[in-house]
């Protein structure tokens, strides 16, 4: 079968998540032989659990400050490589149409993770690589000018060479599905940086004290994670009470800044007025004639309404017009400025993606080429890159495979 293609060059790519079905998907444009290993029995387990199973694939709101990231600059790079419309053009070849929701949240036109990873996998056999599945790599090492992966199967252990290769093995986030992070302390050994592995996107838990009675109830809140007075980072979206912590973007977004500093006493604020704009100054003005109850009610449910009344000593049939400056003052720090401590995450195994891993500055922005390691590249959640919800981190996935793939397509031509 190999026989049909006139290869000119043996790549070897470790991991068939996204960014290394894609990496693989390019390079082999150009007629080289392309090998993709992965330790799962099919390709894409990660992508098949993406968007709650429709596949979130990219975000109309791609930006480099969207990111965290050691260097804003590459990923400002990084981006003008490749936006939005080089995936949306790489999928729709592919034959993956896609739409997005009025919040600019891409997704395959099937609604379905299933589909686009049969679609993918029909791709790669039909552009010639040689899937290696349920194959487990545990090391791999630089010789002359290529490199050797190595199986723990076979005495002594099997081995195989490579003229390039491409590390897409993953974090440790959804351990359930393959990704432990076995692989960094080779990426160490060969010299490249690896900052610790922390889990991202991912729920926290908090001491919630009284709060705990909103357990159940949604919010849309702007966010803030502090380390005292200090603001480590903000965002903004929906979260919900539960009886440990909270969920959802609004905190997971955050969660990763939280995961990086364990011990230390961190603080989550919470702004409940913030997505309302003007129509909050409005009704909350000092002349409102409105029971406060009901003036609350316009915004939040029955119990959540009770709730903040009761936290700032006010009672329900209180009117705006009635209160005392302090009392407008304690609802105003209720509602605006809430402080609740963080205790820590739900750990890696209800983390979306990992954080951490080899910084930005060590592989080229627009190849992904190792900048200490010719002919090595780091892909995906290789590098230490983090995105919030919405499809920024499989954007970031789809394209950093792309760009190495196109590199190497381009080396191999050549």
Known sequence: MLSKYNFSMDIGIIGAGASGIFAALTAARSGAHVTLFDHNAEIGKKLLVTGSGRCNLTNAALSPEKYSCADQSWMQAFLQAFPLQALLAELDALGIPTHHSDDGWYYPLSDSAHSVVDILRQALLARGVELRLSTQVVDYWQQGRGFVVRFPSGEPARTQSFDRLVVAAGGKAYPALGSRGELFPTLARLGHTVVPLVPALGPLTLSLGAWKALQGLRFDVKTGIWAGDELLGESFGNLIFTAWGMNGPGVMNLSHLAARQPGEKLSLSLDFGAVFGQEWERRLAKDNPTALKAVLEAFFPPKAAEFFLAQARIPPEARMRELSRAQAQQLSSILREARLPITGTKGFGQSQVSAGGVPVGEVDARTCQSRLVPGLYLVGETLDVVGP??????????????????????????
Request: charge should be positive; hydrophobic fraction near 40%; proline fraction near 0%.
């Open 389 to 414: 919800c919405g499809g920024f981190n499989l954007h970031f996935a789809f394209g950093s495979g792309c760009l190495a793939g196109r590199h190497l397509a381009s080396l191999s031509a050549g």
